[in-house]
Nanobody, 123 residues
C-alpha cells in the first residue's frame, strides 16, 4: 500500500493549486481517501475525504475553496484549492482508511499515509 502526494508549490495569495495523491497497492475506489494538512506549530487538520459512499467535508471553515475529486484511470485523488491564503501554508497529506473493509468510512482510522507535499502561500 502506497500513497504519494505531489503538486505542492510556492504560490501567491489568490492563486490555485491541485494536489495529487497517487494510490497504489490497493483498489482505491474501495477505500476512503482523506486529505489533511499540518501547518508549522499547529495540529494536523482534517480537510476532505472521499469514499464509496460519497464525499465528507470535515469542516466548513474553508468555505468551498477546497474540493476533492478522483481520476479512477490514474488511481489518483485530487485536492483542488482556490483563492489560496497565507493561512493555507502547510504540509498536505493524503491517507487511506478502510482498506479491505466492506464499507470503508471517512470516520475510521487512517491506516496508510503519504509523505506529504508542501504548500507555501505568500501575500
Amino acid at each position: 500500500v502506497q500513497l504519494v502526494e505531489s503538486g505542492g508549490d510556492l504560490v501567491q495569495a489568490g492563486g490555485s493549486l491541485r494536489l495529487s495523491c497517487i494510490c497504489s497497492g490497493f483498489i482505491f475506489e474501495e477505500a476512503a481517501i482523506g486529505w489533511f494538512r499540518q501547518a508549522p506549530g499547529k495540529e494536523r487538520e482534517s480537510l476532505l475525504c472521499i469514499s464509496p459512499s460519497g464525499t465528507t467535508n470535515y469542516g466548513d471553515s474553508r468555505k468551498g475553496r477546497f474540493t476533492i475529486s478522483t481520476d479512477i484511470n490514474r488511481n489518483t485523488v485530487y485536492l483542488n484549492v482556490t483563492s489560496l491564503e497565507p493561512e493555507d501554508t502547510a504540509d498536505y497529506y493524503c491517507a487511506a482508511a478502510g482498506l479491505g473493509d466492506e464499507f470503508p468510512s471517512c470516520y475510521e482510522g487512517f491506516e496508510a499515509w503519504g509523505p506529504g507535499t508542501q504548500v507555501a502561500v505568500f501575500s
